[in-house]
């Protein structure tokens, strides 16, 4: 397995002296072709030794729960044996921690394997596990964030029901820890367990100071989805709509459609639980459809 500390100092050099003899031993064509999966380019790499690397990493079954109970048992081991980042590749990402809200349900090997694409050791990651989970997959993933200092599960956890306030309520719940996090993270991105992600923790960095504190989320207004907030519904195992008509929404601004994934400012965090108007609104909300 590729190291993706090795991948990340060939893509994003690093000036300051690193201790790499645990990673001398990778494979230096592999390393190549690792590059020319990122950069899309074919030019200096052996087309035999890629198609053998391509082969060697196809499985037919992925890694088990149990795998990750027996590999956890020995934290360091098992941080150096599956590649993740042990050190910040520069002043400047040190310098802007990103926090991470990750919402999962299932596939342990998938969920571990994003953590490790978007894992660096002065971040912080919230993971929130469906409350109906197995109980093996919950202990799976609470055993990897045990090795992991600046990873933790979810203090509160839901029982997510699709299109439900609940979906809500899990990344309220996560901002929440985010938040009493002592590391001082400058934005919030969130995401599900089949997300991955195409750049690099640098070039997220560069990507979020761009937005200078703003927000990036998706909002447009939708008229075909007022029925959604507009009509009060039910929620037992599924959401259903009633005939019974809600209030008009508690909040100024208009209603518009969103989606369930969003980079948010810290400060953008800290208003949602300051701000009474919001605090109305979000209770307002607990009975529509697709809150999130």
């Known amino acids: 397995m590729i190291s993706i500390l090795l991948v990340s100092l060939f893509l994003y050099p690093y000036k300051e002296k690193l201790d790499l003899n645990h990673l001398l031993k990778q494979d230096i064509e592999e390393l190549q072709a690792c590059s020319a999966i990122f950069h899309g380019e074919m030019d200096g790499v052996d087309k035999d030794v890629f198609r053998k690397f391509l082969a060697s990493k196809k499985r037919t079954s992925l890694l088990s729960e149990l795998f990750y109970l027996n590999a956890t048992m020995d934290c360091p081991s098992y941080i150096q044996d599956r590649g993740f980042l042990r050190v910040s590749l520069s002043k400047e990402e040190k310098d802007f921690p990103i926090a991470y809200s990750m919402v999962i349900h299932e596939k342990i090997e998938m969920f571990e394997r994003l953590l490790r694409a978007i894992y660096a050791p002065h971040n912080v990651y919230c993971v929130h596990v469906?409350?109906?989970?197995?109980?093996?997959?919950?202990?799976?993933?609470?055993?990897?964030?045990?090795?992991?200092?600046?990873?933790?599960?979810?203090?509160?956890?839901?029982?997510?029901?699709?299109?439900?306030?609940?979906?809500?309520?899990?990344?309220?719940?996560?901002?929440?820890?985010?938040?009493?996090?002592?590391?001082?993270?400058?934005?919030?991105?969130?995401?599900?367990?089949?997300?991955?992600?195409?750049?690099?923790?640098?070039?997220?960095?560069?990507?979020?100071?761009?937005?200078?504190?703003?927000?990036?989320?998706?909002?447009?207004?939708?008229?075909?989805?007022?029925?959604?907030?507009?009509?009060?519904?039910?929620?037992?195992?599924?959401?259903?709509?009633?005939?019974?008509?809600?209030?008009?929404?508690?909040?100024?601004?208009?209603?518009?459609?969103?989606?369930?994934?969003?980079?948010?400012?810290?400060?953008?965090?800290?208003?949602?639980?300051?701000?009474?108007?919001?605090?109305?609104?979000?209770?307002?909300?607990?009975?529509?459809?697709?809150?999130?």
Request: glycine content about 2%.
């Open 130 to 292: 469906d409350q109906k989970s197995p109980e093996i997959f919950k202990e799976a993933v609470g055993a990897i964030t045990s090795c992991l200092t600046n990873v933790f599960v979810a203090s509160k956890l839901e029982s997510v029901i699709y299109a439900s306030w609940s979906r809500v309520q899990v990344d309220i719940n996560c901002m929440q820890d985010l938040l009493k996090s002592p590391v001082q993270w400058r934005y919030l991105l969130s995401t599900c367990g089949t997300d991955f992600p195409i750049k690099t923790n640098a070039e997220m960095v560069q990507s979020l100071k761009c937005l200078n504190v703003k927000k990036s989320l998706e909002s447009e207004i939708v008229e075909a989805k007022n029925w959604r907030w507009q009509y009060h519904h039910n929620v037992m195992n599924a959401v259903t709509q009633t005939d019974i008509k809600k209030s008009p929404p508690p909040i100024k601004t208009p209603m518009f459609s969103g989606n369930a994934y969003f980079v948010v400012s810290r400060e953008f965090v800290e208003h949602i639980f300051k701000s009474k108007e919001i605090q109305n609104f979000m209770e307002w909300e607990k009975d529509t459809y697709s809150p999130d």
